[in-house]
């Protein structure tokens, strides 16, 4: 028979057992204790003795005095003795007041409780109205406290403030004056499981007359008889209760009652079909406080059977609230709400340690769930599929031996507040057109990674903590489109964001730092939005775009990471615009191995190598940035690199602001190279290039510096004002000069070495301080003029007498003043700093006053330090 079947055929034989099936309350006082008024213990019943032939019921003493006589007229009755019956009737009267003052004035409080514990709750309503002093000592929280735990087992008093709302209160925190006596009126009504307990009461019915509570041996039997109630409420005590198939299609409430920790005392369990099930009609149904369990036959154990120990179906909506619910089934979940209008609250409840899947919302189910301990599950901790929309706050979801939480196949949801960590798989996975909405989740250790986005999933994942997690913080793959919004991404054992195979994404406004490979990662032709982050202090690089990766990656601040701010390679054509990118460890922006892609007003300053890195065939436009505050240069084109550099500003860089060697050849075209703590562009080991309509400009060096049979075009640039020569070209280099304006230099204007014969066209070469020339016919040492960093080009010379050697120049007029009659030797006119005016050599210079001790002559700027990158990478 189908599940479908047999949950029909269940529901009808319930139902035709209720109107049979008669409810046998205990012998007691009809209505309950919230109804016992004043008068009810003077109300006269039919079989009771009239007022005149009972006694006043606090009249302890009283003895009968009162005489048989037989009827008179009243003129034959005597009047002494008329007068002697009246003083006996006041005598009588006397003696009655006298024991009601004793009782009710005098008499120890104590003795008063300890009279009235042995009333129950109506008669103690009842005593507690004769007099203020009865109603004080009635009202003992004590009292009431004996009273509660004797019927309801409960170590707290319980609160049920309305329907489907139960709460226990610290008696001494309570807003009730007597929260014991409150507690037990509003659950009064209540049906009580109990089995064999109802013996009890028929061992002694005449001590337990001032109670109407019901007790029944099955939950079956309860549920049955509470259908005719509004909001019935049914108390199942310590217990375990096996094979009952509850199908709850009523607004019946049932609770769990032991002391202690009350859902581990009662325990209801089942070995097929559901332990319980919600369908239609149980619209404000109850659960609490109970454990459900399932332990599968072998026979319901293996597929297609799929079975849950808790089941919510179409159009209901119970409350399940600090339930224990276990499964031992490997097919089906242990929690399954399903079909339209299935929306359940389940609250503070303990799902773990199941064979399955923990949770599982499907077929448009809604529901809120809250405050739940989910761990330990076989499968996911959660499944969210086909158009589920599940509300999920403040849950702990975690230690689950596949993926924590896992929405799927256009499943939806509203995740917030979870701490979700230490599942093996992702901490959340969204799959096949899932969009789930995840707000201040925090998703930590995961043994694989923190959030899994593939398959064409989306999601908006706002505001959460994500870190240690052994892979990616999040992987974003296979066409998957999500939202990534100011979260916190840290201290990953891998990479922070991983986007590829064609993933997509909105990252935005996050904080990425401390993780050991990229902050993000983009590669595999995967085009994401990323902009507004931080991303800072990682142990690799900051942004790694490779394998055609793309993105518009822009307004990010890129700072202080132990690799490359930026990586861009293989084939990657990104747009990187209005990024700050600084104070990294090696190189701010590094392209290569074809590297592509836009550079576009970005700042870029700070970092220990270049602000940027081209190489081996990368091809990038560079356009309207600021490069600064770079320790080993501004740009580095090298090793075959290309590029466009237009309109940026490159300055105080600590090396040149712009190299280009090893067959390189870029384009640079109207930018400002300025104020470089040493030369403007540096073109050696073979560097061509075409720098044209350039601003050059109060450089430490050579506005350009031309050597070792490199061979670029210079063409309209202005060099001027720099603290060395304007161009300089030296060791077998070469260059085409062609409308350049070069004037106001220090060093002279255009300063050729030896043997070097550049193509010279329309250049205006003027008004420059020629100080090299100066000074030697002034007689100075050329030391004065520079230093082991500024190299003035002139005529330079050896002396065998002194034995310097290749790596020692002497300036003419020290040749001439300071070694006046050695062996010397021309070398050749180029450029230079005078080792005897440094002080390196073992004759003191004598055209200069204190000699400075200086390093070796360089006859070429220091060369720039290439990444390291490929080499961790």
């Known amino acids: 028979m189908s599940s479908n079947s047999m949950r029909a055929t269940r529901i009808n034989t319930r139902r035709s057992c209720r109107k049979s099936r008669k409810r046998l309350p205990l012998p007691g006082i009809e209505g309950d204790v919230a109804s016992a008024e004043p008068a009810a213990a003077c109300v006269a019943h039919p079989s009771s003795p009239t007022p005149s032939q009972t006694s006043h019921p606090y009249h302890l003493r009283r003895t009968s005095l009162r005489r048989d006589v037989s009827p008179v007229s009243a003129a034959n009755t005597p009047r002494k003795r008329q007068r002697r019956s009246r003083s006996a009737q006041d005598e009588a009267s006397q003696g009655s007041s006298t024991a009601a003052y004793f009782l009710q004035y005098e008499l120890p409080d104590e003795v008063i409780l300890n009279i009235f514990s042995y009333l129950l709750e109506q008669d103690l309503c009842r005593v507690s109205q004769v007099c203020k002093r009865f109603n004080t000592v009635a009202n003992d929280s004590e009292l009431w406290k004996t009273l509660y735990q004797s019927v309801f087992e409960y170590d707290l008093p319980l609160m049920n403030p309305k329907p489907c709302k139960f709460e226990f209160i610290q008696p001494d925190e309570s807003e009730y004056e007597n929260p014991w006596k409150g507690s037990f009126k509003s659950l009064y009504r209540g049906l009580h499981v109990r089995p064999g ?44 209760y096996s094979g009952e198939w509850l199908i709850i299609d009523t607004n019946v409430q049932l609770i769990g009652a032991a002391p202690g920790n009350v859902a581990e005392h009662v325990i209801l369990e089942r070995q097929s079909e559901s332990t319980i099930m919600f369908v239609e009609g149980a619209n404000q149904a109850y659960l609490g406080y109970v454990t459900l369990k399932f332990c599968p036959d072998v026979t319901s154990s293996v597929p297609p059977h799929k079975h849950y120990c808790l089941e919510v179906t179409e159009n209901c909506s119970p409350v399940v609230d600090h339930c224990v619910i276990r499964s031992t089934s490997v097919v089906g979940a242990a929690v399954c709400v399903s079909g339209v209008g299935a929306d359940p609250v389940i609250k503070h409840c303990d799902v773990s340690d199941c064979e399955n899947v923990g949770l599982y919302v499907t077929d448009y189910a809604q529901g809120t769930y809250e405050d739940n301990e989910i761990s330990r599950n076989a499968l996911a901790g959660v499944w969210v599929k086909n158009h589920a929309n599940p509300i999920m706050r403040r849950n702990h979801i975690h230690h689950g031996r596949d993926v924590g939480i896992f929405t799927f196949e256009n499943g939806q949801g509203y995740f ?7 599942n093996r798989i992702a901490g959340f996975e969204v799959k096949a057109g899932a969009n789930p909405t995840v707000v201040s989740c925090e998703i930590h250790h995961g043994q694989t990674g923190g959030i899994y986005v593939h398959e064409n999933g989306r999601g908006q994942f706002l505001e959460n903590k994500i870190h240690n997690n052994s892979f990616a ?24 964001v991983y986007i590829f195979g064609e993933g997509r994404g909105l990252i935005e406004y996050n904080n990425i730092y401390g993780n050991a490979l990229a902050g993000i990662q983009i590669r595999t032709n995967s085009n994401p939005i990323v902009r507004h982050n931080k991303i800072h202090h990682g142990q690799h690089g900051g942004i790694y775009v490779h394998e055609k990766g793309q993105g518009l990656i822009e307004e990010n601040e890129v700072y202080s990471n132990t690799l490359a701010g930026v990586w861009i390679t293989t084939g990657s054509t990104p747009v990187l615009r209005r990024n700050r990118i600084h104070s990294g460890k090696q190189v701010g922006v590094y392209f290569y191995d074809n590297g592509h892609g836009t550079l576009e007003e970005n700042d870029i300053f700070n970092h220990l190598y270049s602000g940027v890195q081209i190489r081996t065939g990368s091809n990038p436009l560079i356009k309207k940035n600021k490069i600064w505050g770079g320790q080993n240069g501004g740009v580095l084109v090298y090793n075959g690199g290309l590029g466009v550099l237009e309109c940026n500003e490159i300055f105080d860089n600590a090396m040149a602001g712009v190299w280009i060697k090893t067959d390189s050849n870029p384009v640079l075209r109207r930018n400002k190279i300025h104020d470089g703590r040493d030369g403007g562009i540096c073109i050696f080991n073979g560097g061509r290039g075409v720098l ?8 430490a060096q050579a506005g350009v510096l031309i050597s070792t049979q490199s061979h670029p075009t210079l063409r309209t640039n202005r060099i001027f004002d720099g603290m060395a020569a304007g161009v300089e070209i030296t060791n077998n280099a070469t260059a085409t000069l062609e409308g350049n304006q070069i004037f106001n230099n220090k ?31 002034s007689g100075q040492c050329l030391y004065k003029i520079s230093s082991y960093t500024s190299f003035p080009m002139h005529d330079f010379y050896r002396c065998r007498t002194c034995n310097t050697t290749d790596r020692n120049a002497i300036c003419v007029n020290c040749i001439k003043v300071c070694h006046a009659g050695h062996n010397v030797e021309f070398i050749r006119h180029d450029r230079f700093f005078c080792d005897c005016g440094a002080g390196t050599l073992n004759n003191s210079c004598l055209l200069q006053g204190e000699p400075t001790q200086d390093t070796d002559t360089l006859y070429d700027s220091a060369a720039p330090m290439e990444s390291h990158t490929l080499m961790v990478n």
């Open 197 to 240: 307990f109802h013996a009890k009461y028929e061992e002694a019915p005449e001590r337990y007359k001032g109670r109407h509570i019901s007790f029944f041996e099955t939950i079956e039997a309860a549920f049955n008889d509470s259908e005719d109630m509004k909001h019935p409420l049914v108390f199942i005590h310590k217990g375990m």
């Open 416 to 422: 917030e507040a979870n701490d979700i960590h230490n």
């Open 473 to 496: 913080g999040i992987w974003v793959t296979s066409n998957s489109d999500p939202t990534i919004r100011r979260n916190e991404i840290y201290d990953g054992h891998q990479g922070g």
């Open 692 to 699: 044209e309509e350039n601003d050059i400009f109060r450089n």
């Open 747 to 777: 060093f002279g204007g255009l300063c050729l070495a030896s043997g070097v014969s550049p193509v010279l066209k329309d250049n205006k070469i003027f008004d420059n301080r020629n100080s090299v020339e100066k000074a030697v016919k």
